[in-house]
């Protein structure tokens, strides 16, 4: 076994992890949050793979710099969750879409949590 095998992300079956439905709705909202300014993208990094974390930073980034075009200042996102839909295509893998809807639109939030190291993760989130 190399140093790199050993030191990967365990996987852990979902009998021995919480129910993802909270993490779900939070997730999104922070990830919202974060889009919007009003929250620290390191704040959810202990949920999130790698690779998603940084594909989120690359998206934080993006939102940023759009707001200081336009000139406007960071907002607090007004959403309700309408709805959560869960499949699980094998054991300690979960994918779902979140509804959210705001003010003007409604969107869906894609995410893929995977049972590692004893904690859900997220391996993918996509709002689309």
Do not use: C
């Not at 094998?90 to 639109?105: C, K, L």
Request: glycine share 6%.
């Amino acid at each position: 076994m190399t140093l790199q095998e050993y030191f990967a992300p365990q996987p852990t079956p979902a009998s021995a992890l919480p129910s993802p439905t909270p993490l779900l709705r939070s997730l999104t909202q922070g990830v919202l949050e974060v889009f919007a300014g009003v929250r620290e993208l390191d704040q959810l990094a202990r949920w999130f793979s790698e690779d998603a974390f940084r594909k989120l930073g690359a998206r934080a980034n993006l939102s940023a710099r759009a707001r200081s075009a336009r000139g406007t200042t960071p907002d607090r996102p007004v959403f309700e969750v309408l709805s959560i839909h869960e499949t699980v295509p094998t054991d300690g893998i979960v994918e779902a879409v979140v509804i959210v809807s705001g003010p003007g639109r409604t969107r869906a939030v894609a995410i893929r949590l995977e049972g590692l190291d004893r904690r859900w993760r997220a391996t993918s989130f996509a709002v689309l």
